[in-house]
């Protein structure tokens, strides 16, 4: 397995209180293989990823339980020396605000270029050239005329790619991708998770995607995370997801998702709000918002179950799982 993420909490210290960010993650990903970590904002979706990333701020945020094996190595017993070296040459991240992640006084080049002169040791000129090859490999027109220039000469477009092509620059064996079609549009989406998939493929990396869009992931990823409240609430390969969900959650993000066939119609929304993560309901943590919701759903917190009904491996913390699947 490339990367095991087990049981982990993540906190954030604030003057109101105590957040709880993360409540006891578990997901896998292995080597030329995409999973989906799915849910609204404040969901701890980007919180897990900049923990395994290394990259979570501490304080006010601290990482209070569990364990992050990249190829069966507990990342957060290592120095932080030591996680430099891995994040960039055997883990890399793309952000979801490429605007605001590239540095607006330094061309696209000088910052493609950085990679190779700082963990290879490459010339100005050798990690130039570099540059330009990154660029024609992400699809970025005339790249050698372009490299010269700066983030705010490119489209948005152009700006992500310029994105996946840092991450790409030491042929990492992970690649985190936080929202990376935010802001976008449809087209460009498609363009840019076509040209993930096609890496991923070519590199046969793992690929973590982070989004709220079930309808952006659903050619390219081969399993699901959802989370909500910073917990996984379900977990299944995308097709049995798509086919018939066994979360009352899930299933009202697919219900969200326009369809051509609903021309004129309302679009559904779920009801409600996420909850305070400094105060999160007792019990599961969706049940004000859920259409299934009981009095056991009040008190109990649902553990993982196992979806037995499904012929692949799956998940669902829902006491009532039976019913949404079938309903």
């Excluded at 952006?216 to 995308?238: F, T």
């Amino acid at each position: 397995m490339l990367l095991e993420v087990r049981d982990l909490h993540v906190e954030f210290h604030t003057r109101d209180g105590v957040a709880k960010a993360v409540n006891g993650v578990d997901y896998s990903v292995d080597a030329g293989e995409t999973l989906a970590v799915l849910g609204e904002s404040g969901s701890g979706k980007s919180v897990t990823a900049q923990a395994v990333m290394g990259i979570l701020d501490i304080p006010p945020g601290k990482i209070t339980h569990g364990e992050i094996l990249f190829q069966g190595q507990d990342l957060l017993k290592l120095k932080e020396e030591e996680r430099r070296k891995i994040r960039g040459a055997k883990m890399a991240m793309v952000f979801q605000d490429a605007l605001s992640s590239l540095n607006p006084v330094l061309s696209v080049g000088d910052q493609l270029g950085e990679m190779f002169q700082v963990h290879q040791g490459m010339s100005r000129k050798d990690s130039k050239a570099k540059a330009v090859e990154l660029m024609d490999r992400v699809r970025i027109p005339a790249a050698k005329e372009r490299v010269g220039q700066y983030p705010h000469q490119f489209s948005g477009g152009m700006r992500q790619r310029i994105m996946i092509a840092m991450a790409l620059a030491l042929e990492p064996e992970l690649i985190i991708a936080d929202e990376p079609t935010t802001a976008l549009d449809v087209t460009v989406q498609a363009q840019v998770m076509d040209l993930l998939a096609e890496l991923r493929r070519e590199l046969n990396m793992g690929l973590i995607l982070i989004t709220h869009d079930l309808g952006v992931v659903a050619d390219v990823a081969d399993k699901i995370a959802v989370m909500y409240a910073g917990r996984i609430v379900e977990h299944a390969p995308v097709h049995e997801i798509y086919k018939a969900p066994a979360h009352p959650y899930t299933k009202g993000l697919l219900e969200s998702i326009p369809r051509l066939d609903q021309k004129g119609q309302e679009l559904y929304a779920i009801k409600g709000l996420p909850p305070n993560l400094l105060n999160i309901p007792p019990g599961c943590a969706f049940n004000p918002r859920c259409p299934l919701a009981r009095d056991r759903c009040r008190t109990d917190v649902p553990p993982l179950y196992e979806v037995t009904e499904s012929p692949v491996p799956r998940a669902s913390a829902c006491h009532f799982w039976k019913e949404c699947l079938h309903g």
